[in-house]
């Protein structure tokens, strides 16, 4: 998100995103998914809940285990939570059969007269609607400004209040800092917090509360969508994954925008590659992880599966990454540093013999290499990906590039 992404300065030479990954992070949960639900068919829905909670703050959990943990707690009583478990199920893996129950348990909640928070200290009462992906546009094109480095900016609303958000495909979710809510008078969640994120940055795991809002761009309205609020966010919130899951996107450089299509009208099936059953050379599957699209690049020629990032302005690496790849950083390494949502870190930049990904191949390409990284995977940036154009395709999983 900066993508971490959450927005950040790096030094001269870097400015990454600092990346949400998966809502929360890893716990230490001491029992399995399939213990979880052998207690939860015993009827030991306290002991089978406590288990769900901890395996849900990891990253990859499958949504059949959040579908688990929303029965565990319907069960215990708990619907205003259950719901919750529910809707957020929906909005983090919509195209899921977990997420389709999960629409059809929310079709038995009322959803007249509920309460909810207008985001300004006071609350309003009417209709609210949980599964909102039916109502959103069939396309959309979103202009962009991009800012000294590249990121792509743009007007949001928040609870109707306008503010620049950072367009970020390596953010899990929406990421703000209770610096932009004030900015836009909103509610400040108070408590403990909900869950700890991690990010770019020596800080480690920074404490994140939990709140909901009606983000609008363009014409693509959320309501009531989850995002996360940290004590202190530099730059612009992030706009992530939670809130475009449900479109096709093509990011088009030259006209500085960006269109969201619903289902697979974006990409037509020749160039997908799904009329012949395969995938044509200037596209590359991904897999979704949490919401981080995942993909494998090549760097010296081994593979390496990394975080396809339109939030990080560099391609950045662990030191644990060049170890996996048989790379020995150079004695004149250049010193860099990075901020990001877990505050600034130092690192090293250097020049790579070639990274590929698909169609793009980068001979002789910088790389960063941070000691306060650790998302798991690298994240393949906006250096990596140039001017080229390029569609991601939800159903398919698929990125589909086209050379401007």
């Not at 730059?235 to 960006?258: C, H, M, R, V, W």
């Not at 030191?319 to 090293?348: F, H, Q, S």
Request: proline share 5%.
């Amino acid at each position: 998100m900066p993508a971490v992404p959450w927005t950040t300065k790096f030094g001269a030479a870097l400015l990454l995103s600092s990346l949400l990954l998966a809502l929360a992070l890893p716990s230490q949960a001491a029992i399995s998914a399939a213990e979880a639900i052998a207690l939860y068919n015993k009827g030991r829905y306290a002991e089978a809940a406590n288990a769900f909670a901890a395996i849900c703050r990891t990253p990859g959990t499958h949504p059949n285990t959040y579908y688990y943990y929303a029965l565990t707690l319907h069960r215990l009583g708990d619907k205003e939570k259950a719901r919750r478990i529910y809707l957020r199920l929906t909005q983090v893996f919509p195209n899921s059969q977990a997420a389709e129950m999960a629409r059809k348990a929310l079709a038995a909640f009322p959803t007249t007269g509920r309460t909810s928070s207008n985001g300004s200290g006071g609350a309003s009462s009417g209709t609210v609607n949980y599964s909102d992906t039916e109502n959103l546009p069939e396309s959309s094109r979103i202009y962009f400004k991009p800012d000294s480095t590249s990121q792509m900016i743009i007007d949001a609303y928040v609870n109707n209040r306008p503010i620049k958000m950072l367009f970020d495909t390596g953010a899990d979710g929406c990421a703000f800092g209770k610096n932009h809510l004030r900015e836009i008078g909103m509610a400040i969640p108070t408590g403990k917090p909900s869950y700890q994120s991690t990010g770019v940055g020596e800080q480690g795991k920074i404490d994140t509360w939990e709140t909901r809002a009606t983000i609008r761009v363009g014409n693509i309205e959320r309501k009531n969508i989850e995002i996360g609020v940290q004590e202190h966010l530099t730059g612009e919130p992030l706009l992530g994954q939670n809130f475009f899951n449900a479109f096709t996107y093509t990011i088009d450089k030259g006209s500085s925008s960006i269109l969201f299509t619903r289902k697979r009208r974006a990409v037509d099936s020749s160039r997908s590659g799904s009329s012949s059953g395969g995938i044509d050379r200037n596209s590359v599957p991904f897999e979704k992880v949490g919401n981080s699209i995942m993909v494998v690049a090549s760097v010296n020629g081994r593979p390496i599966k990394a975080i396809f990032d339109t939030g990080a302005t560099n391609t950045v690496f662990a030191y644990g990454d060049m170890k996996n790849l048989g790379i020995e950083i150079p004695a004149d390494a250049e010193p860099t540093m990075g901020i990001g949502i877990a505050g600034p870190t130092r690192g090293v930049a250097f020049n790579v013999q070639r990274m590929t990904l698909g169609p793009i191949d980068r001979a002789d390409f910088n790389i960063s290499v941070l000691n306060g990284f650790d998302a798991g995977h690298p994240l393949i940036g906006r250096s990596f990906l140039g001017e080229w154009q390029y569609t991601i395709d939800n159903d398919a999983k698929i990125i589909h590039f086209l050379r401007r």
